[in-house]
Every structure is written in C-alpha cells, then in structure tokens.
C-alpha cells in the first residue's frame, strides 16, 4: 500500500496536476539556534554557502576574520530527508531545499523538445511531460499531443537553496580529480603551486578517510568524513551480488572454485583505493567512497559551517565569528568607483523565506525587507554556476551590451561572465528483472520512520551495517573506463550501478526510479566532454528571477561526434555486464567453476533492459544520446584564465579581473569540468586560496573540531 501510494505521486507529478510536495506534512524549522547577523559590518560577505561559499567562509572564519555567510534558503539540515544518505533522490524535490531550475540543452528548442523529460507549463500552473501523451518515458511527444496552452519550460535541473548547498542532496560521491586537472590549472595560471604533487597537501588536509584499504596518503584527520557503503548489506542480496560479480569478471577478476559471495569475498575482489594517488587512471572497479559520518549521516560542508558558527572557548565564549543570515537573497554586489579600479565593499539583499523564483514556493513569497551589509575586506561570491554569473550582471559587471540592453549601469565590461558553461553529458541504462531486489522491496523511500521501515531500520540502528540500506547512497559499484576517443589516456567514462529505474530529471522523477524494486541502472558519466558553449544570460533585471540557461550540447560536430563515441561505448560495456550476470543461489556449474552463494535464494541471473532497450543500437543509440541525455555538474561560467584571455573572469586566486575586493568560490571558476564528480576538486580549491587570502591580510591560525 505504501509502495502504491509513491506511484500516485508519481502520476500526479507528472499526468498535468499542480506542482506538489510529497513531504509537505513533514514539521520544517531551523535545525540549529545559528548566529545571525550582529552587526552591519564585516571583513568579508559572502553569499551562497555551498561547498565553495561554506567552506572558504568557514576558513576565514577560523583564522579569525569576522565573516558574514548569506543563504536565500532555510537551515533543515537534520531533517532524515537531508541527513540520511539514501533519501539523496528524494531531497531534490523537498521544497525545503529544492530550487527547481528549467534548462535548455540546445540552441534550437526543436531539439529539445525530442527529449521526453522536456516539461511544458500550462496556464492552470500545472506541468505537462510527454508522459501525458505516451504513457511512459523515453517517447517525446508529438506536436499534436502537446496541449494548446502549454508552454515549453525546458528540461528539469535540480540545484538547492539551503544551509550547505549542493551538499545536501547530491549522492555524496567523494572522487578525487585527475592529477592532469590540476596540472592544466598550472599551466594555465602560470602559476606552479598548482600542480598536482603540490595539490595533493590540500586533499589530505580536510578529508577524514574511515574506509579500508586506503591510501597512506589520504588525510585521517579532517572535517570531510569519507566511507564506503556497508558491503555486509550489499551481499544480503543475491541480484545485487551477481551483477557486482559480473563487473568484476568484466575486468578480469577470476572467480573459481566454490565461493561464498560474501562481504569477505567482495572485499578481496574491490581492493583498489580510487582515491589513491594516480589510481584515478587506472581503469577498474571500484568501491565508490561517499562522504559519510560515523553516525551514517550525509557530511560534508553543511557540518563545518554549523560547528564553525557554533564553537565556543573553555569559557563559553563565542570562538569564531561566522554569522549567518538565512532566507536573505542577495539582489546585488556594491561598489566604490571613485578609485582607479572599482573595488566591491559590500552587499545588498532582500529578506525573506523562498524568495527566489527556482523555489516551487515563491509563487506566494513576498520579501519582508531589504537591506546592505559592508564588507571591509572583500566579498565573496559563491551562488554556483548559474546564480553567480546572475550576481555580477545584476551587480553591473558582465557583457556590456547584455548590461546595457537591460538598463543596467556597467561597473566593468567582463565579457566572460554567464560564457563557457559545461556540464556532463550522462546517460542511463536500465534493465528489469521479474522479482524484486531484496535489499529494498520493503523499502517506500519517506522521510517517516512510522511509514518506511527501511527508515525505521535506519534510525533505530546502531552500526552502518545495522542501519540497512539507507545507510548507502543506493550506488552499489563503479567501473571507470577508457574510450576510444579519451584525449590524453585518461579513464574518461565512469559506469555506477543500483538498484533503481532512473532515467534522468523530470517531475516526480525522485518517486519514479523507486516506484518499484525490480529495476537496475548503470548511469554513464562521461568525464573531460569537450563542449564549453553554454551561456547564462539574465531574464531580467529582476533578481528574484531565474536565469536563461542554454548549454547548447553536441555544439561543434568533430567534438560532439567523439563524446557520443565515448557514451555509446558505456552503453556496450554496460550492456556487456548485464548479459553476463552470473546466476547464483545454491550450487551452479559455470566455466568458471562451481559456485555457491549460501544466501538462501536462487537467481537465474536474468536482466531485461527497458531504456533505451536492447534494440536500440548504432545510429539508433546515436540519436537517443543526443534526444535523452542530461547532466548535474554545471560549472565554468565565470571562469579562471590566461591573463591575455578577454574571457578569464578570474585570475588564479580567484580574484574578480578589473575589480579589488572581490572572488569567486564555487565551480563556475574552473576553465574546464575536472574529474567524474567535482566536489573534492572545488574543497581543494579553497583550501589553497583560502590559505593565499589569510596569508595576503596576515591572519590567524588553523582548526576546529567538527563532528567525523
């Protein structure tokens, strides 16, 4: 019955019924009594409190600077839909957090109007998918199905508007980048301290690494905890075991004898630490280390601001100063011009709760009042790849001939700003099998222990193995891959497997790809995509408005045809893994000997794949690619470079070019997409400038003692 009552979730999401909340009863509140603003002036404002915002005002606030962090959105970060890493799909659609941004992949609308995610706004106020039409995703409707009054909104794009960010609903994958990324950042910036055995320091100085085996030379004693999902829980389901059995034979990992598939033995098979140093170009399967407390809750950024906010001395006294306005949208950056460079010294804001237009709850939102803090130092602007270009058009620094077509007083003419926006091009396969995976058929994905018992299970445990399945992200394997295409010799795809039927961003995908239990999907990631023509150019000049988002995908033919190499090949390698699922379940002749499972259940290892389906090939796979891709890691949209480029927005301590007193600190700086997943690239980052910044105004020291 709970199970059915998702499904209807689901259908009401997407069959043209009003933008709803499927946790809408849940009790929201601040989670902590944070410091708010106590006074008007600060040595540095910064705005957004993401993993590049949080992170380097936590810094500076430690090295005992007086720091303001400002966030549109609320603080709900104990809430189990936050806190509990499998409830990571279904926190992109919470509104306590949820921004909903609408995106464009290409230039012509046409085009994205193939793609069956593609969501239409009707006049009611209620989304139209191509669901409707079809009754099922992965056929984009046509013309005549789409209603009269519907009007194209775009592609779903979840980002978040709260305390922490980003890092509090994404999948908690914790990858190092390639050492190249960091090499090219050297050479870019002319600047040695980037290379990659000198980067290497900032990555040990903040991680916590609790799994084994790992590299010697990860950090033990950071904020940034990092485990492995529990392969005891893993090995309590036979569907599960066989297909991690199948990757690892994919890779030449021999399994003879009779062999109990067992956590033991998995753990001899996935032996290899990913973030050992160079291990990132070596292809292989993996364990994927997730960025997990010791109570099995999500960590990350969100805990450094909140223990950093709240530290006090012996004496009770308050020991750094991070203050923290929350539910405060920042409409602009202020600058002082009379100078011979314009210097930023301050911000304005507007008050109020779910202010901006992502939010799904602005539509009855008011600001309760405006207001402007100074900054004496700098300010520090970290809204991510799409609201931080917003900023600093908003704020008169950008394309003067966007400025000035909107009436907007230009500060500096930056060019760059809002240019050379890139993401991943990911994809999904996803096959069926006729009985449900035992480690989540009884599990119905909501935030309320008295309705799930895998929530049940979770909270009342006491060990990550005891605390079941949602002590996991839900990604039970990884396999990085060369393609034939890959540039430089690197591993440049990335194939992560679980139990779900995700097919990419819709509304109500987060109900959909736990609808049932009896799916699988391999998501294809493809890492170092050789497109940089996406643009983010303003709706208007109001600032509780969205952007214009385009990331105009497949842009340039030569490139775009070695990209869809790249995928198309993740789809044979996935395909090849799924068609080699070893049976198991009591004692089973194969060629590679006997092999018993113990585990009390016979599988006959079938698979059927349902997206986009086994005859889906050649040119046929060509064009799904390119109708049905997505992504989740945008960035480079105000990006460091060369200081004869008149695109570099930023120099390589990320300072704002042409103008004092002003940073960037988010991934909308990086030149080029680093790595699979770019969480740990940007925390190395602003460990480094942060140091470069504490150093330039001769601060403080170092540490606190936050929760690992």
């Known amino acids: 019955m709970m199970r059915l009552t998702f499904c209807i979730l689901l259908a009401q999401a997407v069959m043209g019924l009003p933008r709803h909340n499927p946790f809408i009863n849940i009790k ?36 005992g600077f007086k720091v303001l962090l400002i966030e549109a959105g609320g603080d709900s970060g104990l809430q189990l839909i936050q806190s509990v890493p499998a409830m990571n799909l279904a926190s992109t ?8 941004f609408y995106v464009n992949k290409y230039a012509d609308t046409e085009l994205d109007k193939r793609d069956s ?42 980002r978040t508007g709260a305390l922490g960010g980003c890092s509090r609903h994404n999948a908690l994958f914790s990858l190092q980048p390639y050492d190249m990324d960091w090499d090219d950042m050297a050479e870019l910036t002319g600047d040695d301290s980037y290379a990659s055995e000198n980067m290497r320091q900032y990555l040990n100085r903040f991680t916590n690494v ?20 529990s392969l ?19 890779f030449g990992k021999t399994i003879i004898g009779e062999v109990v598939a067992t956590a033991t033995y998995l753990a001899s098979v996935l032996t290899s630490d990913i973030n050992a140093p160079g291990q990132l170009m070596v292809p292989e399967v993996y364990q994927v280390p997730l960025v997990m407390r010791s109570d099995s809750r999500r960590g990350g950024v969100y805990d450094l601001i909140v223990d950093t906010a709240l530290a006090t001395n012996s004496d009770g006294s308050r020991k750094y100063h991070l203050d923290i306005m929350l539910d405060t949208l920042a409409t602009k950056v202020t600058f002082d011009t009379s100078g011979e460079k314009p210097r930023a010294n301050g911000v304005d804001y507007m008050s109020g709760a779910a ?86 058929e009884k599990c119905t994905w909501h935030p309320d222990p008295e309705l799930d018992p895998c929530m049940k299970t979770f909270v009342d445990g006491t060990t990550q193995t005891t605390r079941g399945a949602y002590a996991s992200n839900g990604i039970a394997i990884a396999m990085i891959r060369n393609s034939t295409t890959t540039e430089r010799g690197e591993p440049d795809v990335i194939l992560l497997g679980g139990p779900a039927n995700f097919t990419g961003y819709y509304p109500g995908w987060s109900q959909g790809a736990v609808a049932d239990s009896n799916h699988w999907a391999w998501i294809i990631l493809k890492a170092h995509q050789r497109n940089n023509a996406g643009t983010v150019t303003l709706r208007s000049t109001d600032p509780r408005d969205t952007p214009l988002i385009n990331f105009k995908r497949f842009n340039n033919d030569e490139d775009a045809a070695k990209d869809l190499t790249a995928i198309r090949e993740g789809y044979e390698y996935a395909r090849r893994v799924m068609e080699n699922v070893v049976p198991i379940g009591g004692v089973l002749s194969g060629s590679n000997g006997s092999l018993a499972s113990g585990l009390g259940e016979v599988f006959d290892g079938v698979f059927e794949e349902v997206w986009p389906g086994a005859d889906v090939t050649d040119d046929a796979l060509d064009q799904f690619i390119r109708d049905e891709n997505w992504g989740h890691h945008a960035a480079c949209s ?15 301590d990320l300072r704002v070019r042409g103008i004092d007193g002003l940073r960037v600190s988010d991934l909308s700086a990086c030149n080029r997409l680093p790595g699979f997943f770019p969480i740990m690239w940007i925390h190395q980052l602003v460990e480094k400038v942060a140091d470069t910044i504490v150093a330039e105004y001769a601060s403080l020291k170092w540490g606190v003692d936050v929760l690992v």
Request: proline share 7%; aromatic share 8%; net charge negative.
């Open 28 to 63: 929201r509140q601040y989670d902590h009594d944070l410091p708010q603003n106590t006074t008007n002036e600060y040595d540095f404002v910064c705005i957004g409190s993401g993993p590049g915002g949080g992170h380097m005002c936590s810094n500076l606030a430690i090295a």
């Open 93 to 100: 659609e919470d509104w306590s957090l949820a921004w909903e």
């Open 117 to 158: 995610k593609m969501t239409y706004n009707t006049t009611d106020g209620k989304y139209w998918t191509a669901y409707n039409a079809t009754g099922n995703l992965g056929t984009a409707a046509t013309p005549d199905q789409i209603p009269d009054d519907a009007e194209p909104l775009g592609i779903l794009y979840p």
């Open 210 to 229: 609790a799994y084994q085996p790992h590299s010697l030379n990860s950090g033990s004693s950071g904020w940034y905890p990092m485990r492995y999902t």
């Open 232 to 250: 005891i829980t893993a090995a309590t389901d036979i569907k599960i075991v066989s297909v991690l059995l199948a990757a690892c034979t994919a």
């Open 355 to 440: 202010l901006y237009r992502a939010d799904p709850r602005s539509k009855t939102s008011q600001p309760s009042g405006t207001g402007h803090v100074t900054a004496t130092k700098e300010v520090i602007v970290a809204g991510g790849a799409y609201n931080t270009p917003q900023i600093l058009k908003l704020s008169g620094v950008g394309p003067r001939e966007e400025l000035e077509s909107l009436g907007i007083d230009v500060v500096l003419d930056l060019p760059g700003v809002g240019t050379n926006l890139q993401d991943r091009y990911e994809q999904t396969m996803v096959s069926k099998t006729p009985t449900s995976f035992a480690l989540t």
């Open 638 to 652: 105000a990006p460091i470079g060369r200081d004869d480029d008149p695109m570099a927005v930023l120099d390589g």
